[in-house]
């Protein structure tokens, strides 16, 4: 019996012919860039139609201070304009107030309404331009409006409180992201 040679698989290939070009590597660049142009357009359009829409839309329609006797802060009482902007009622759990003054951030949650009248009688003039109090809890009808005061406190004096750069009511609302109000420079 005769000895046979192994097959040659590798006979008439050159390894140069097999990896010279990205023709035999690379698939052809305009299926690539169709498929990319695609998911770019679809990622946009879905940005687009789940992107956060705002649920609520307010003023803030004036802000004032006093002095608080023996503490070297201001008591601010700030009146506020809410629309419901939704289809949904809306709960108000929280209102945090900040004010921009001598180049810093001051910010305080909002007080209840039951202090409202202890407060008043410490901080003489301030109940002349409050509303009735917004509270903790408030259900505003969809599509509906709301109206009223929040008080909140600052180490501030009243002059740095009046001479303030801005003002921002930021709103927590359950289940949706916060709201803010601005007026003047807060950044």
Known sequence: MGVTEPPDSGAGVHLTEEFDSLKHTMPNAIPVIAAMVAVALVLGVAAFVLRARPVAAGSIDG?????IP?????LAVVNLSLRNVTEKPLRLLNVNV??????????????????????????????????GGLER?????????????????????????????????TLTFEDHAP?????????
């Open 63 to 67: 802000a004032y201070a006093a002095t």
């Open 70 to 74: 023996g503490q070297g802060g201001v």
């Open 98 to 131: 900040a004010v921009r003054a001598k180049g810093s951030k001051y910010s305080d949650d909002f007080g209840p309404v039951s202090d409202f009248s202890r407060y008043f009688q410490a901080a003489q003039g301030l109940e002349q331009h409050a509303k």
């Open 137 to 169: 809890d408030l259900k505003i009808a969809p599509m509906g409006r709301a109206e009223g005061t929040v008080m909140v406190t600052f180490p501030l004096t009243l002059e740095e409180f009046e001479g303030r750069e801005g003002l921002m009511a």
């Open 179 to 187: 709201v803010k109000i601005t007026t003047g420079k807060m950044e």
